[in-house]
């Protein structure tokens, strides 16, 4: 189809020239006016349809925000085992349920459980003693810093599992186990879950514990 019609574009460009120069009549020249000859058009190429135009977009579609909302969130910039314990006795009060948060911490292995420093050495080798006895072969003392002369009994990647080792050992019959973000933790993140499991009361806002006051920070995945 495209040939047929360049040729018949090609013949009408040649018949205007011929009739230039083939006067009909001896004498007389025929004048061609290039610009009344037209040319054919030619139609679409099959299989390239012509482009659809696109709908505009409304200034409100433009502008919604993407769906779902931001978690609330709270952080302390360090808690150790009794801070922990007295957020969470807080939030159980306010009817938080457990289900509705967890702690974030930016140390991958910044939860330990451990028995608290004793107070001589002395002390100290009867609990690695007792320890042993129970079976328990994962420990190590803490040899400087505040907690000088503790037990670590395990570092841990979430507070959930070091809760459940916490709760293996005294199920073998050690005392005094503790758990909570390892001293060099840092801060220490309070994110709530999406929904309303997770949507903090009104009642969390006021009467924290003395010193555990929370400020608020942007929740990360």
Not at 26 to 52: H, R, S
Not at 77 to 82: E, F, K, N, T, V
Request: charged letters at 20%.
């Amino acid at each position: 189809m495209t040939g047929l019609l360049l040729l018949l574009n090609a013949g009408l460009l040649a018949g205007g020239l011929a009739l230039t120069y083939w006067p009909s009549r001896p004498g007389t020249a025929l004048e061609f006016n290039a610009e009344k000859v037209k040319l054919l058009e030619l139609p679409p190429a099959q299989g390239q349809p012509p482009p659809i135009p696109e709908a505009p977009v409304s200034a409100r579609d433009a502008a919604a925000p993407a769906s779902g909302s931001a978690r609330s969130c709270l952080s302390w910039p360090g808690l150790d085992a009794d801070g922990l314990a007295a957020v969470e006795a807080h939030l159980k009060k306010a009817g938080v349920a457990a289900e509705g948060y967890r702690f974030q911490l930016a140390k991958r292995l910044g939860w330990w459980v451990y028995l608290p420093p004793f107070e001589d050495a002395e002390a100290l080798r009867l609990a690695l003693e007792d320890t042993r006895q129970k079976g328990i072969t994962d420990f190590a003392q803490v040899r400087g810093g505040r907690l000088a002369n503790a037990l670590s009994l395990g570092a841990f990647p979430s507070l959930e599992k070091a809760r459940a080792h916490a709760a293996a050992v005294t199920a073998k019959g050690l005392r005094g186990v503790r758990y909570g973000p390892r001293p060099e933790a840092g801060e220490v993140r309070l994110v709530f879950s999406d929904g309303e499991a997770g949507k903090p009361p009104d009642t969390l806002a006021g009467a924290w514990p003395a010193g555990l006051k929370p400020e608020a920070c942007e929740a990360g995945d």
